[in-house]
């Protein structure tokens, strides 16, 4: 483990004043190339903080000021002392006093940390992402309980997969199971709460599983495009789904968060949300052409309600994360199951859910001959690998049509 100096030190922050124009005091833990600030309920102006450490400090109130700090100052530093390494994670645990069990025996429970990322990803709104790594924890644990992250190794990495290959998991759930479960070990070795060295993940490959391609025959495609229903539901559900395909295959839960602004003229410019706090860096927006039927869908289900700010009506202003993921969840499932109905009716084979739209249009820009880079730009990836995962595959209506191919020599 890399060892650490920190020091302790106080300073006053913010540029506005209270009331009583007075400056709150915030504790400094400096460490390596970092630094943490902390609030410790004190406040103080700018004359009476130059005067606190002064020698001949006359003040009452600003003595028994030093004497809280002193008091702090010192707690903090033996917490410091007392860690090897020293990790800003183990300090708060340890100065805040957070957990009952010993700071290095609760930092070393894997469960804290998965709890820790969890509560920062529900904080930040990622519902989503949490429910996935909860979902990720409680795997793990099913298969062994009380685990520290000081028992990962690639031994019990590959025994764990075993475990899942057993239980029916695919190849791709065991995938995103191990990049979280190596996400959060990542984070205790950030922390210098394990060592690099011991890092389980260098002799353990993760198994890269591939999705089966959902993308559409030409013909069934054709289907969908021509098809209208006297019931409404079924055609607000086919109104969605064409969308979507339409629209550079538009994920539906960026299909409930768009709004009027996002229309421009002949264009909807958009953020997905899955990137909006993922993706910091060179957050570009989806820009699609509208085309008349899209045009035609807005004008048909767009939101007629003047308070409600969204241009379809699946949200409502003020709701709350939680909320807003299951609105989407409901959302999708209501349109899958009007889909399924269509599917029946019109007898396509294949399934032909929201994701279908995605991996359909993908799959139909391939086929005209669209570059790699610019159905990757629509789809909004951030690497063609990921862009060249929906289009490996050709459907079996063009395979079969190059190998007849191979007979028809003149």
Partial sequence: MIENTATVGFVIEGTKANKDDKYPVKLNIYYGEGKKKYGIKEAVTKDEWEKVFSPNLRD????????????????????????????????????????????EQHLSKLSYWFDRYIKTLKENGQIGTAISYQTTINSITEFKKNL??????????????????????STSSIGIYMRQFRAIIN??????????????????QIPAGRNIKKALPSDDLQKLLDYTSTELAKQKAIDFWIFSYLCNGINFTDIAHLKPENLDGNYINFYREKTKRTKKKDLRPIKVGLNPRVLEIINRQKNTDPENPYLFPILEAGLNPVTVKHRCQRFIKWVNKHMED????????????????????????????????????????SSELTTEGYLDSFTDDVKLEYANLLTQLK
């Fill in 342 to 381: 269509i599917r029946v009716e019109k007898e396509i084979a294949m399934k032909i859910g929201t994701y279908a739209a995605r991996h359909s249009f993908s799959t139909v820009l391939k086929r005209k001959g669209a570059s790699t880079s610019f159905i990757k730009e629509s789809l909004g990836h």
């Fill in 148 to 169: 520290t992250i000081y028992d990962i190794t690639p031994e019990y990495l590959q025994s764990y997969e075993n475990h899942m290959t057993k239980a029916g998991k």
């Fill in 60 to 103: 009452a109130d600003l003595k028994a000021l030093k004497v809280r700090l002193k008091v702090i100052e010192s707690k903090a530093q033996k917490i410091i002392d007392n860690l090897h390494p020293f990790s800003i994670v183990a300090f708060e645990e340890a100065f805040f006093q957070r957990s009952p069990l010993s700071g």
């Fill in 187 to 204: 984070q205790a070795i950030d922390n210098n709460m394990l060592s690099a060295d011991k890092y389980p993940f260098k002799k353990y």
